[in-house]
């Protein structure tokens, strides 16, 4: 059985709001709660939920750059926390990011070839420029921005925002990682060209077997790349529903999951009009500051039981499908009839 590359477990992280300049009491928000998640080699994972929702701050403690309040990090088999330098940096050459943002992950007064050729130079990988130019017009190459001298010597101003998202996924290759997270990585990009950056992900993966974690907000493109991986979906903070990505978008189990899925426009204008709207009880997302008790979607869940939903945090429970589901209705794994006689 293979190694995983990262494991989170009980991962929570807090931020603090208040005191200082601001003055009043400093208030304590918990971001993240008890995330255990697992990404093994060459495994696609998509990880979606609504803005606010606590996903990006899970790719940042994946990738290093923001540690836990709580809970462990562990990277093939050590926590994160105990590496000394060299093995952090080991770690930190493995998990590459992949920005949401385009414009501002690069510099603007560099040149193509200064952006890519500097991790290059960095970490001795070329000795000269020859060496440098030959590495930076393959890595080009691979992206699909051809000819290579279109845009090698260009600055990203110069560039669509298309082309400068395949620069930084050009970038997060240069040191062959073993982990890609990739924080809506097309979400800033005309729909028209989604596709085509998504396609590339999808071919590198394929080609070089690196593992991903996928960000979005878009189940509809989370179905799409994370067709063969998992589906992770939280909700404030939490993971609500894990599992194989066809299982929980053909059959979501979860109410959170079902009414995102039920929100996706169809391209047959039919069949979205014989949708069923999902009766939320609320359509108002809950204060991070102050979380309702229980599960934390019991103010908008159309299955509210009361004393149950609002008693204890319910837990990721293991389905005969292969999934996880934080809910009462599967309590003990039977399904939402059975269940909901047994707890009413």
Same mark, same amino acid.
């Given at each position: 059985m293979q190694q995983p590359i990262i494991e989170l477990k009980n991962v929570t992280r807090s931020f603090?709001?208040? =005191? =200082?300049?601001?003055?009043?009491? %400093?208030?304590?928000?918990?971001?993240?709660?008890?995330?255990?998640?697992?990404?093994?080699?060459?495994?696609?994972?998509?990880?979606?939920?609504?803005? =606010?929702?606590?996903?990006?701050?899970?790719?940042? /403690?994946?990738?290093?750059?923001? $540690?836990?309040?709580?809970?462990?990090?562990?990277?093939?088999?050590?926590?994160?926390?105990?590496? !000394?330098k060299r093995a952090f940096s080991s770690y930190r050459k493995t998990v590459q990011l992949v920005h949401q943002d385009p414009y501002a992950a690069l510099n603007p007064t560099q040149t193509i070839y200064a952006i890519l050729s500097g991790p290059m130079f960095r970490h001795k990988l070329v000795k000269n420029k020859?060496?440098?130019?030959?590495?930076?017009?393959?890595?080009?190459?691979?992206?699909?921005?051809? $000819?290579?001298? !279109?845009?090698?010597?260009?600055?990203?101003?110069?560039?669509?925002?298309?082309?400068?998202?395949r620069v930084v996924v050009a970038r997060s290759l240069i040191l062959e990682p073993r982990l890609i997270v990739a924080d809506e990585p097309v979400s800033m990009l005309d729909v028209s060209i989604r596709l085509s950056v998504v396609g590339l992900l999808r071919r590198l993966q394929a080609e070089t077997q690196v593992?991903?974690?996928?960000?979005?907000h878009d189940l509809a493109m989370a179905k799409y790349f994370g067709t063969g991986g998992n589906l992770a979906v939280m909700y404030l903070g939490e993971i609500v529903e894990f599992? $194989?990505?066809?299982?929980? /978008?053909?059959?979501?189990?979860? %109410?959170?999951?079902?009414?995102?899925?039920?929100?996706?426009?169809?391209?047959?204008?039919?069949?979205?009009?014989?949708?069923?709207?999902?009766?939320?009880?609320?359509?108002? /997302?809950p204060d991070l500051a102050a979380l309702p008790s229980g599960c934390t979607f019991h103010p908008r869940c159309p299955n509210y039981m009361q004393g149950i939903c609002d008693g204890d945090v319910p837990g990721l429970v293991s389905q005969p499908d292969g999934r996880r589901v934080a809910c009462y209705l599967y309590a003990d794994g039977r399904g939402d009839t059975e269940t909901r006689k047994d707890l009413a």
């Amino acid at each position: 059985m293979q190694q995983p590359i990262i494991e989170l477990k009980n991962v929570t992280r807090s931020f603090t709001r208040g =005191g =200082g300049l601001l003055g009043g009491t %400093p208030q304590r928000i918990d971001v993240l709660r008890n995330i255990n998640l697992t990404i093994k080699p060459g495994e696609i994972t998509c990880l979606v939920g609504e803005s =606010g929702c606590g996903k990006t701050t899970t790719g940042k /403690i994946i990738a290093g750059l923001l $540690p836990p309040s709580m809970g462990e990090v562990i990277y093939q088999g050590q926590n994160l926390s105990q590496l !000394d330098k060299r093995a952090f940096s080991s770690y930190r050459k493995t998990v590459q990011l992949v920005h949401q943002d385009p414009y501002a992950a690069l510099n603007p007064t560099q040149t193509i070839y200064a952006i890519l050729s500097g991790p290059m130079f960095r970490h001795k990988l070329v000795k000269n420029k020859r060496e440098a130019l030959r590495s930076v017009s393959e890595l080009l190459e691979t992206v699909d921005l051809t $000819p290579v001298e !279109d845009f090698i010597g260009k600055h990203p101003h110069q560039l669509s925002g298309g082309q400068r998202q395949r620069v930084v996924v050009a970038r997060s290759l240069i040191l062959e990682p073993r982990l890609i997270v990739a924080d809506e990585p097309v979400s800033m990009l005309d729909v028209s060209i989604r596709l085509s950056v998504v396609g590339l992900l999808r071919r590198l993966q394929a080609e070089t077997q690196v593992a991903f974690l996928f960000i979005t907000h878009d189940l509809a493109m989370a179905k799409y790349f994370g067709t063969g991986g998992n589906l992770a979906v939280m909700y404030l903070g939490e993971i609500v529903e894990f599992g $194989p990505a066809e299982t929980v /978008i053909g059959e979501p189990k979860h %109410p959170y999951t079902q009414a995102l899925l039920r929100a996706l426009p169809e391209p047959d204008p039919e069949l979205t009009r014989a949708k069923e709207p999902v009766a939320l009880r609320s359509l108002d /997302i809950p204060d991070l500051a102050a979380l309702p008790s229980g599960c934390t979607f019991h103010p908008r869940c159309p299955n509210y039981m009361q004393g149950i939903c609002d008693g204890d945090v319910p837990g990721l429970v293991s389905q005969p499908d292969g999934r996880r589901v934080a809910c009462y209705l599967y309590a003990d794994g039977r399904g939402d009839t059975e269940t909901r006689k047994d707890l009413a």
